[in-house]
């Protein structure tokens, strides 16, 4: 670790937020901190100029996690490590032969890239660049100077307290501060698309709670567990969340008894979504997420969506919808949920899957076939019988 090293957090579509810029930025600096509370070391947290400024209160951070924590921050666009000098020339040049002096080793050529936002400072960026980049090549006679095509970019940004030396920044998670979209129910099952899908839309700002159902026996603990497991591997990006964890054997055994086969799949994914919202509502959230892509399976054609729409006001976010899966898969494999979604645990979709599933539902079959069912009733229990699991990064 670097003694006095310091983050610097670029913000992306934020700093676009006009009016709503301050309240934006003032959640973003609450997630960084929460983020950062249980890494090891102790971090000062502000804003100034649009970028997050982390600071080591004391020596002994464990810069290296903060960086990756930081990086998963939705609202960050970007991530550089920096090391602060004197607003001087001779400081600057001092600050990067020491703090990039293991990158000048590694690398066969270099330019300077200098950037003012105190638009005091005497030079402009051109001038700094040149006078700086004079003065590292003299230090470091080994690597040449590239302004077209260089190993090492060594960046230099005049800000408001101090200069700050620093290699390329590192892409952060993009997107928006969690929290600033609303909250959703996030429908999650063990497979690829729905963890995809949850963070896709924590990616815009969306806060999450989930809801899963389980089908014990023909679902096992190990099923659930991993659910719990794809939770947890979403809260760093996602922030702390709870699982609602829905019985689902009693309903599921009563669509087999009274519906026609073909309509099993269907009739089930509206007591999901009939459920889904009854749980939205009693925690204030405005809409649900599924991980449905069209086309996918049976249950996820046009037709299969309009049928599970039917049953709810609420709006039905699909944000996987129009996506192959093998972009899914990709996705899955940046976030760290892929080796835990091919772990080869039943889901209770895959419980009495009918050998012909209708891919075309007329609407007015699906509600005759629904009659002989309490609907209201069995809903009514299974959300009252919902079992919370929280989990934390
Ligand atoms: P996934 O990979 O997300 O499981 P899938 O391709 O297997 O999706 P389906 O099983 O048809 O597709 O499920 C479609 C969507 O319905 C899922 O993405 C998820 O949002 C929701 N869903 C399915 N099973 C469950 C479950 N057991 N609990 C909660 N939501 C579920
Ligand atoms: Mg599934």
């Not at 040449?144 to 998670?173: F, M, Q, S």
């Not at 609420?314 to 899966?325: A, H, S, T, Y």
Request: charged share 25%.
């Amino acid at each position: 670790m670097t003694q006095g090293e310091v983050l610097l957090l670029k913000l992306g579509e934020v700093v676009l937020k006009g009016q709503n810029r301050r309240s934006f930025e003032d959640k973003l600096v609450a997630n960084v901190r929460h983020r950062l509370k249980t890494c090891d070391g102790s971090f000062e947290v502000c804003i100034r100029q649009s970028t997050i400024y982390v600071e080591q209160v004391a020596d002994g951070c464990d810069m290296e996690e903060a960086v990756r924590r930081c990086r998963q921050v939705f609202g960050v666009v970007s991530v550089v490590r920096a090391h602060p000098c004197d607003k001087e020339v001779s400081a600057i040049v001092e600050c990067a032969k020491t703090y990039l002096a293991p990158n000048f080793a590694a690398a066969k050529s270099f330019k300077v890239e200098s950037k003012r936002a105190d638009k005091q400072f005497p030079m402009n960026s051109i001038q700094l660049s040149i006078a700086v980049g004079g003065d590292l090549a003299d230090a470091f006679p080994h690597v040449a100077v590239d302004v077209h095509n260089p190993a090492l970019t060594v960046e230099v940004e005049i800000r408001e307290k101090a200069a700050y030396v620093h290699a390329p920044a590192l892409p952060g998670a993009g997107g928006l501060p969690v929290g600033m979209g609303g909250k959703a129910v996030s429908l999650l099952s063990g497979g690829i698309d729905s963890p995809v899908s949850s963070w896709m839309m924590a990616r815009r700002g969306v806060q999450l709670e989930m809801v899963h159902f389980e089908s014990p026996p023909y679902t096992s603990q190990m099923a659930q567990d991993k659910v719990i497991a794809l939770a947890q591997a979403l809260t760093p990006y996602c922030g702390p969340m709870t699982i609602q964890i829905v019985p689902f054997t009693g309903i599921q055994e009563e669509i087999r008894r009274q519906c026609p086969e073909e309509y099993f799949t269907i009739i089930m994914r509206r007591f999901m979504m009939r459920i889904a919202q009854k749980i939205a509502y009693r925690c204030k959230a405005k809409a649900l997420i599924t991980g449905e892509s069209l086309g996918q399976v049976a249950s996820q054609t046009m037709h299969a969506m309009v049928a599970t729409d039917d049953v709810t006001t609420m709006p039905v976010l699909r944000p996987v919808i129009g996506m192959d899966k093998v972009e899914i898969i990709k996705i899955s494999q940046e976030i760290g949920t892929f080796e835990t979604s091919i772990l080869p645990y039943e889901d209770c979709c895959t419980v009495f899957t009918p050998r012909h599933p209708s891919t075309k539902p007329k609407l007015e079959n699906i509600r005759k076939a629904e009659e002989a069912m309490d609907i209201d009733a069995l809903v009514r229990e299974a959300v009252e019988n919902v079992k919370l699991v929280k989990v934390r990064p």
